[in-house]
C-alpha cells in the first residue's frame, strides 16, 4: 500500500519555464512533508519542506504547496535551470508510535532542456 | 555536503557472504536512519536508532541488523546475502525536538552482490 505516490515518473520542462512536481498522500496522520533532489550516484540532498498547518512555503526558486483537504502538494520551481535536472522525491512525515519517519514516493526524474 | 559520511562508497561481494556498512551522522544528531534503494525503486526505510537504542523498524530483513555506538556512529550488517540485495543503502541523521522531521542523508554505498 503506497501512502505517498508521485504518479509522474518523468517530466521534461524547457529551461526559463516552470517545473511542476505533484504528490498525493493517504495517510492523514503526516503532519509535514519534504521534498528532496538526487543526483546520480549521490545521497538525496533536503530541497524545501512544509508544516500541515500551513498551505504554502518559499525559498529563492522552490515553492511547496499543500492541499489537506485533498492530500496533495507540489513543487514549484522558477524559472527551472539545466542544474534542476535530477530526481525528486517526495516524503511525508509522521510520528509511529514515539518515532518520527519519512515515507517516500517513487520519485519523478525531471529534465530541464536547455 | 550534508554531513553525513558513509563507508565504503562501492563493496563488491559475493552470495552468501557478510558486510558491514558504516555510517557517522552530522554533528549533533542522535538519530540515524538506514535506507534501502534497489533498481527503479524509492527509498525503502530498514530502521532507525536514537542516541544509541532502536527506536522503529521498516521493512528489514532478519538477516540484515544495525547497531549505534557511544560515539552515534551506526552500523548495518547485512548477512547471508542474495543476489537481490545489490541496492543502494543510504544513512540518514535528524536532530531532536523540532529538528528531528528533516533527515539529511548521505553519499550511500552502493552494494553489488555476484
Known amino acids: 500500500d503506497q501512502q505517498v505516490k508521485q504518479n509522474s515518473p518523468s517530466l521534461s520542462v524547457q529551461e526559463g519555464r516552470i517545473s511542476i512536481l505533484n504528490c498525493d498522500y493517504t495517510?492523514?496522520?503526516?503532519?509535514?512533508f519534504l521534498w528532496y533532489k538526487k543526483y546520480p550516484a549521490e545521497g538525496p540532498t533536503f530541497l524545501i519542506s512544509i508544516s500541515s498547518i500551513k498551505d504554502k512555503n518559499e525559498d529563492g526558486r522552490f515553492t511547496v504547496f499543500l492541499n489537506k483537504s485533498a492530500k496533495h502538494l507540489s513543487l514549484h520551481i522558477v524559472p527551472s535551470q539545466p542544474g534542476d535536472s535530477a530526481v525528486y522525491f517526495c516524503?511525508?512525515?509522521?510520528?509511529?508510535?514515539?518515532?518520527?519517519?519519512?515515507?517516500f514516493g517513487s520519485g519523478t526524474q525531471l529534465t530541464v532542456l536547455p | 555536503d550534508s554531513g553525513v559520511t558513509q563507508t565504503p562508497k562501492h563493496l563488491i561481494t559475493a552470495t552468501g557472504q557478510r558486510v558491514t556498512l558504516r555510517c557517522s551522522p552530522r554533528s549533533g544528531d542522535l538519530s540515524v536512519y538506514w535506507y534501502q534503494q534497489s533498481l527503479d525503486q524509492g527509498l525503502q526505510f530498514l530502521i532507525q536508532?536514537?542516541?544509541?537504542?532502536?527506536?522503529a523498524k521498516g521493512n528489514i530483513l532478519e538477516r540484515f541488523s544495525a547497531q549505534q555506538f557511544p560515539d552515534l556512529h551506526s552500523e548495518l550488517n547485512l548477512s547471508s546475502l542474495e543476489l537481490g540485495d545489490s541496492a543502494l543503502y543510504f544513512c540518514a541523521s535528524s536532530g531532536s525536538g523540532d529538528r528531528q522531521e528533516t533527515q539529511y542523508f548521505g553519499p550511500g554505498t552502493r552494494l553489488l552482490v555476484l
Open positions: 516524503a511525508a512525515s509522521g510520528l509511529s508510535g514515539s518515532a518520527r519517519q519519512l515515507t
Open positions: 536508532y536514537y542516541n544509541g537504542e532502536e527506536r
Open positions: 495517510n492523514s496522520m503526516f503532519d509535514y
